[in-house]
């Protein structure tokens, strides 16, 4: 009895070894087979998916060295792959070093087979003649191949995106200074709406990155990217010391040139098939200098531009479903100037050490009056200050304005002087007084120069000049002394400003800059006749 016991307790020791070394030995089996069948079928699945991602795309090609197909985990990772635009095909659009594609395993949990990808180091490059080659194109976006292409890496829907450590650049017409985002991060989970489908925005997303060397950028969000007719997202969105001269890249026709500055900037956005808000808490600009330069080759284009802007302020103001707010905007130790290279004498007006603070703009009159304070130089000398209060209406915007520029060196002007009559000072100060209101379209107010202690005729400066035009300047300066102020020394002459500003085909602004242009130089440069 005892024997047959041992023998039968051997028996089940054995049975139990057999069954244990079969349990584990056949998925070990299994698993070299498909590890090992994995590098067999890396060159043919190689060669397969670069014919099949240059048979789709339109437009660009496609080089793929290197490919590798994980059995195991049913993933596909391609390596060096480059992608160019057959128009200009150097350099390559994309380089992805490594693009990782695998089943997510956490949306299989869910119940739905979607895919997971994982790009590391990606490098995009976009100069201005591949940009100028994509936007005239005439096939469609959805036409050129990029979705299907997605899919010939992978065929499952992507549900999770990450992006590390990308490069993304673009070079414009100044090639030594590109747009370069670096250290791109992006992590965008449930794309495909697999969790939490009943909520308005079940995706969620992060993006960090690096802006033109020395700013930083991040965006925490959701969204619905499923959503009809357009995708729905919502973020806040966060700068900090964004180098604002680089944006002359981005907009090289704009008549606009910058130089330093750096930008910090607060805020949310929504935009959603039903919903569009743009709320900027703070925006930040230091140190900045910018002009705005008028010329005779592009007066028609400025124009047109003047006239599209003001278009696009009426449609957006009291639009329902639109709302843009800016609750502060500061420009902090800037300078900001108007270049006019189409008078006869090309001259610069600015006001440098400017301190500007804005606040509560928005589109909608119902968040109430927007309000402006300045600060600053005119023409680097005359203590300037102004308020604005600004009142969005659909028609054009009420405004109130008070601007005071307290002795400020006449010297500077002298282009502007000989510009518009033909003279110029050898020592004077000017200031202004300035009261301005546009009230349901209709402009009023006045502008107030003074002179002080001008002198319009220099012997020394003035003798290589015709004796006609020392004359002139004789004529002009024996005006202003005899008009002086005896008790002040000084000149004074005013200009009252009428005028309608509701014609709807011509911008608000354009006509309130030029009323108050053509009042400013009548006023500023008297004559015979105005006295």
Same mark, same amino acid.
């Given at each position: 009895?005892?024997?047959?016991?041992?023998?039968?307790?051997?028996?089940?020791r054995?049975?139990?070894?057999r069954?244990?070394?079969?349990?584990?030995?056949?998925?070990? +089996?299994?698993?070299?087979?498909?590890f &090992?069948?994995?590098?067999?079928?890396?060159?043919?699945?190689?060669?397969?998916?670069?014919?099949?991602?240059?048979?789709?795309?339109?437009?660009?090609?496609?080089?793929?060295?290197?490919?590798?197909?994980?059995? %195991?985990?049913?993933?596909v990772s391609?390596?060096?792959?480059?992608?160019?635009?057959? !128009?200009h095909?150097?350099?390559?659009?994309?380089s992805?070093?490594?693009l990782?594609?695998?089943?997510?395993?956490?949306g299989?949990?869910?119940?739905?087979l979607?895919?997971? &990808?994982?790009?590391?180091?990606?490098?995009?490059?976009i100069?201005?003649?591949?940009?100028?080659?994509?936007?005239?194109?005439?096939?469609?976006?959805?036409?050129?191949?990029?979705?299907?292409?997605?899919?010939?890496?992978?065929? %499952?829907?992507?549900?999770?995106?990450?992006?590390?450590? !990308?490069n993304?650049?673009?070079?414009g017409?100044?090639?030594?200074?590109?747009?370069?985002?670096?250290?791109? $991060?992006?992590?965008?989970?449930? @794309?495909?709406?697999?969790n939490?489908?009943?909520?308005? *925005?079940p995706?969620? &997303?992060?993006?960090?990155?690096?802006i033109?060397?020395?700013?930083?950028?991040?965006?925490?969000? !959701?969204?619905?990217?499923?959503?009809?007719?357009?995708?729905?997202?919502?973020?806040?969105?966060?700068?900090?010391?964004?180098?604002?001269?680089y &944006? $002359?890249?981005?907009?090289?026709?704009?008549?606009?040139?910058?130089?330093?500055?750096?930008?910090?900037?607060?805020?949310?956005?929504?935009f959603?098939?039903?919903?569009?808000?743009?709320?900027?808490?703070?925006?930040?600009?230091?140190?900045?200098?910018?002009d705005?330069?008028?010329?005779l080759?592009?007066?028609?284009?400025?124009?047109?531009?003047?006239?599209a802007?003001?278009?696009?302020?009426?449609?957006?103001?009291n639009?329902?479903?639109?709302?843009?707010?800016?609750d502060q905007?500061?420009?902090?130790?800037?300078?900001?100037?108007?270049v006019?290279?189409?008078?006869r004498?090309?001259?610069?007006?600015?006001?440098?050490?400017?301190?500007?603070h804005?606040?509560?703009?928005?589109?909608?009159? +119902?968040?109430g009056?927007?309000?402006?304070?300045?600060?600053?130089?005119f023409?680097?000398?005359?203590?300037?200050?102004?308020?604005?209060?600004?009142r969005?209406?659909?028609?054009?915007s009420?405004l109130d304005?008070y601007?005071?520029?307290?002795?400020?060196?006449?010297?500077?002007?002298?282009?502007?002087? #000989?510009?518009?009559?033909?003279f110029?000072?050898?020592?004077?100060?000017?200031?202004?007084?300035?009261?301005?209101?546009?009230?349901?379209?209709?402009?009023?107010? *006045?502008?107030?120069p003074?002179?002080?202690?001008?002198?319009v005729?220099?012997?020394?400066?003035?003798?290589a000049?015709?004796?006609?035009?020392?004359?002139y300047e004789?004529?002009?300066g024996?005006?202003?002394t005899? #008009?002086?102020n005896?008790?002040?020394q000084?000149v !004074?002459?005013?200009?009252?400003?009428?005028?309608?500003?509701?014609?709807?085909?011509?911008?608000?602004?354009? @006509?309130?800059?030029e009323?108050v242009?053509?009042?400013?130089f009548?006023?500023?440069?008297?004559?015979?006749?105005?006295r």
């Amino acid at each position: 009895m005892a024997e047959m016991r041992g023998e039968q307790f051997r028996f089940t020791r054995v049975l139990s070894s057999r069954t244990l070394r079969w349990g584990f030995g056949i998925p070990a +089996a299994v698993a070299a087979v498909l590890f &090992f069948a994995s590098f067999v079928l890396d060159e043919p699945l190689r060669g397969i998916t670069e014919a099949k991602l240059n048979r789709d795309l339109k437009g660009y090609s496609v080089r793929l060295p290197a490919l590798h197909v994980q059995l %195991l985990d049913l993933s596909v990772s391609l390596k060096e792959m480059t992608v160019v635009q057959q !128009a200009h095909p150097d350099p390559p659009v994309a380089s992805f070093p490594r693009l990782k594609a695998s089943i997510h395993w956490s949306g299989l949990l869910a119940g739905k087979l979607v895919a997971e &990808f994982r790009l590391d180091k990606p490098k995009i490059n976009i100069n201005l003649l591949q940009l100028r080659s994509e936007v005239d194109n005439t096939v469609p976006l959805k036409e050129r191949g990029w979705q299907q292409a997605v899919e010939d890496i992978y065929p %499952l829907k992507i549900n999770s995106l990450k992006i590390n450590d !990308a490069n993304i650049s673009y070079i414009g017409d100044d090639q030594k200074r590109p747009l370069i985002l670096s250290n791109f $991060n992006l992590h965008a989970k449930n @794309i495909r709406n697999v969790n939490l489908p009943d909520k308005i *925005y079940p995706s969620s &997303f992060h993006l960090d990155t690096a802006i033109f060397g020395t700013g930083q950028g991040r965006i925490d969000g !959701a969204a619905n990217f499923l959503a009809k007719p357009l995708p729905g997202i919502k973020g806040r969105i966060m700068l900090e010391k964004v180098p604002v001269d680089y &944006f $002359n890249t981005a907009i090289p026709d704009s008549n606009f040139s910058i130089h330093g500055g750096l930008l910090s900037a607060s805020g949310d956005a929504e935009f959603a098939p039903t919903v569009k808000i743009a709320h900027l808490e703070k925006l930040e600009i230091q140190g900045m200098t910018i002009d705005y330069t008028h010329s005779l080759r592009t007066a028609a284009v400025e124009k047109k531009r003047v006239v599209a802007a003001g278009k696009k302020a009426r449609e957006l103001t009291n639009r329902p479903g639109i709302l843009l707010t800016a609750d502060q905007v500061n420009l902090t130790g800037c300078t900001i100037g108007m270049v006019n290279k189409a008078a006869r004498n090309p001259y610069r007006i600015y006001l440098s050490d400017t301190d500007l603070h804005a606040k509560n703009f928005s589109n909608q009159s +119902a968040r109430g009056t927007a309000q402006v304070k300045l600060a600053g130089k005119f023409m680097g000398s005359g203590m300037t200050t102004a308020t604005a209060d600004i009142r969005p209406k659909k028609a054009g915007s009420d405004l109130d304005l008070y601007l005071k520029i307290d002795e400020s060196q006449l010297t500077a002007m002298n282009n502007v002087l #000989l510009s518009y009559g033909d003279f110029d000072v050898s020592a004077g100060v000017f200031s202004l007084v300035t009261e301005l209101h546009i009230t349901d379209g209709a402009i009023s107010g *006045y502008i107030k120069p003074f002179f002080k202690d001008m002198d319009v005729y220099d012997r020394r400066k003035d003798m290589a000049r015709g004796v006609s035009h020392q004359m002139y300047e004789m004529l002009i300066g024996g005006v202003a002394t005899l #008009l002086e102020n005896r008790s002040h020394q000084e000149v !004074a002459t005013r200009v009252d400003i009428k005028g309608a500003v509701g014609n709807p085909e011509t911008s608000t602004l354009q @006509i309130v800059v030029e009323l108050v242009r053509n009042a400013f130089f009548k006023a500023m440069l008297p004559s015979f006749e105005k006295r």
